[in-house]
Structures are given as structure tokens and as C-alpha cells.
């Protein structure tokens, strides 16, 4: 079963960028598609964007459209998100998965708090 370690969180000013990792481990993404999920404090876990497995599909959730970027390297078994313009909304635990997730487990998420 693949296991999903999400990093690179952490505090930063609005309108500041952070840049977080998905390292998969047990076994590969395959070809799944990925997507980045978050869950702010109180609010239920939402999708903020996916890639297909060769990256020709990508979506993301309007409130960050033009802001965030995902990648993925399927070499290195790694999804990323690319935050920039980041606003006090966007406070969250992060966590990546197949999209959709389907049941399957969640990793720990990384913590991105943004401060105004």
C-alpha cells in the first residue's frame, strides 16, 4: 500500500510562498492521478488541486486558481504545490492523495499557518 509523507509547511507572512512536498512510499503513484486536499480548522477537508499522471490534466479549486501550481515527478515518486500570493485563509493542514480519494488512508498532512 502506498504511503504518503507530506512536508514542507510551516508559518509565513501573507503574501508570502511556500512550496510543499508528497513523497510516496511502499509503492509508486502509478499512474493515479494526484491531488492536494486541506482542512482548515472547524471546516471539513476540501480538494485544491490535482494532476494526472502525465500532468496533460490539472485542476484547481477556484480560491486558489492563479496562485498555486502543482507538479509532479513521477520519477521521484513526488507530487508539489507551489503556493504564492498566500492569504490568512489560507491556514490549513494540507494532505495529498489519490484523487479522489476513494477511502483510502490519509498521511499526517503538513501544517501551513499564514499570518496577516
Known amino acids: 500500500q502506498v504511503q504518503l509523507v507530506e512536508s514542507g509547511g510551516g508559518l509565513v507572512q501573507a503574501g508570502g510562498s511556500l512550496r510543499l512536498s508528497c513523497a510516496a512510499s511502499?509503492?509508486?503513484?502509478?499512474?493515479?492521478?494526484m491531488g492536494w486536499f486541506r482542512q482548515a480548522p472547524g471546516k471539513e477537508r476540501m480538494f485544491v488541486a490535482a494532476?494526472?499522471?502525465?500532468?496533460?490534466?490539472?485542476s484547481y479549486a477556484d480560491s486558489v486558481k492563479g496562485r498555486f501550481t502543482i507538479t509532479r515527478d513521477n520519477a521521484k515518486n513526488t507530487v508539489y504545490l507551489q503556493k504564492n500570493s498566500l492569504e490568512p485563509e489560507d491556514t490549513a493542514v494540507y494532505y495529498c492523495?489519490?484523487?479522489?480519494?476513494?477511502?483510502?488512508?490519509w498521511g499526517q498532512g503538513t501544517q501551513v499557518t499564514v499570518s496577516s
Open positions: 494532476i494526472s499522471w502525465r500532468g496533460g490534466r490539472i
Open positions: 492523495n489519490i484523487d479522489p480519494p476513494s477511502g483510502r488512508p
Open positions: 511502499g509503492r509508486t503513484f502509478g499512474t493515479s492521478t
